[in-house]
């Protein structure tokens, strides 16, 4: 997909990025990209000046 830097880190967006791209694999619709099996997810972004932090677990149901 060429990552986050392809994206153009557009600021606020890169988080929902990664996110998308976990339900994508958890999906089976990654194409090219997809690696085999995904059960779980998981996704850590930090904003500011490292004071905000979030991280997000995702998995298959």
């Given at each position: 997909?060429?990552?986050l830097?392809?994206?153009?880190?557009?600021?606020?967006?890169?988080?929902?990025?990664?996110?998308v791209?976990?339900?994508?694999?958890?999906?089976?619709?990654?194409?090219?990209?997809?690696?085999?099996?995904?059960?779980?997810?998981?996704t850590c972004?930090?904003?500011?000046?490292?004071?905000?932090?979030?991280?997000?677990?995702?998995?298959?149901?």
């Amino acid at each position: 997909s060429g990552g986050l830097k392809a994206r153009g880190h557009p600021l606020g967006a890169t988080g929902v990025a990664q996110v998308v791209e976990l339900v994508w694999q958890l999906r089976g619709e990654a194409g090219k990209r997809q690696v085999d099996g995904p059960e779980t997810g998981i996704t850590c972004n930090f904003g500011g000046f490292g004071n905000n932090i979030i991280s997000i677990l995702v998995e298959r149901m």
